[in-house]
């Protein structure tokens, strides 16, 4: 079926979409009127419910432009590409898609099959939209690339953000001794997250306040990743998803690795099942109709925030 006819009669031929016109910020963004895709081999169309942002994801797509954000999408099966048989119609999924393709800001999206997971049962579309990017960035960062085990010390740097949140949570139930930097007014959000320490992220000398750590999962960036070497014990990892280690970082016997987050749907499938266990909870900051998605973005951008920014797509919210 060629694109940009719809796959199904009952799905309309065009669909609300946000799109970035060219290289800028929020400014740059307009809702527009576009034909709904139809999903290729191996994708499926997703009725997107809700979308999440993420800060800065307005720098990524600038090479392809005109191109739909955010990356995160909580919604239900509308159509099914050929050879799909991993999802059906109707089912609730969520997922992180690939950055080098449109997002899901707009009220349908075509997707590798591959890429959905179950949504969580016990969530709305709303919080579930808020997940996928910063747990897979925790998760993969501690485990995949940190190699954390049960009994070792993390030191997780920016531990009351979005990605630290997670990362806090998911070390909490590896069974690691967790550490956290946080600014002041964030202490206690840390540690009702999991931290068993939670340090000034504004004081200079971390090797004096705390024991060597195996592991420091950077969110952050600055002067709290060049600062992290001595805290790390010789044959320690440094793990970062905000900024590419320094050299002075990466000097042994420490490694020190910077990573992006891949989607991962597996992963997915095991996060939604610890969300719906109740060992992992989800902040929302705000939530914007995709026709505000200019002051969502705007938000995204902002000091203070305490969560995820999510547009609503569709008019409803369930947890169905």
């Not at 999408?73 to 109707?90: R, T």
């Amino acid at each position: 079926m060629p694109p940009g006819r719809p796959p199904d009669p009952a799905i309309a031929a065009s669909m609300r979409a946000v799109r970035l016109r060219r290289r800028g910020g929020p400014e740059a963004l307009a809702l527009e009127q576009i034909a709904t895709p139809s999903p290729r081999v191996g994708e499926a169309l997703v009725r997107v419910h809700a979308a999440a942002i993420t800060r800065d994801e307005l720098e990524w797509p600038v090479d392809r432009l005109p191109a739909i954000p955010s990356y995160e999408l909580s919604g239900v099966v509308a159509a099914l590409g050929q050879g799909v048989e991993s999802v059906a119609i109707g089912e609730p999924v969520y997922a992180l898609l690939g950055f080098d393709r449109d997002g899901a800001a707009a009220d349908y999206t075509a997707v590798p099959a591959a890429l959905l997971a179950p949504k969580p049962r016990t969530l709305g579309h709303i919080e579930s939209a808020a997940v996928p990017l910063a747990a897979l960035s925790a998760w993969q960062g501690l485990f995949d690339h940190g190699g954390l085990r049960e009994g070792q010390r993390v030191l997780i740097h920016g531990a009351a953000g979005g990605v630290g949140q997670f990362a806090t949570q998911l070390a909490h139930r590896r069974g690691a001794h967790v550490l956290g930097t946080a600014s002041r007014p964030d202490h206690d959000l840390a540690r009702g997250f999991g931290a068993d320490e939670v340090l000034d992220g504004a004081v200079a000398d971390l090797a004096g306040a705390v024991e060597p750590v195996d592991l420091v999962f950077d969110t952050v960036g600055g002067e709290r990743l060049e600062r992290s070497p001595a805290i790390v014990r010789d044959g320690g990892r440094i793990v970062s998803v905000a900024e590419e280690p320094s050299e002075r970082v990466s000097r042994a016997p420490i490694e020190a690795r910077y990573f992006v987050v891949e989607p991962d749907s597996g992963q997915l499938v095991e996060i939604g099942r610890m969300l719906d266990r109740g060992e992992l909870r989800v902040a929302i900051d705000s939530v914007f109709p995709l026709e505000d998605a200019r002051a969502a973005f705007e938000r995204s951008l902002a000091t203070g925030k305490r969560g995820k920014v999510v547009l609503r797509v569709a008019g409803d919210e369930t947890a169905a």
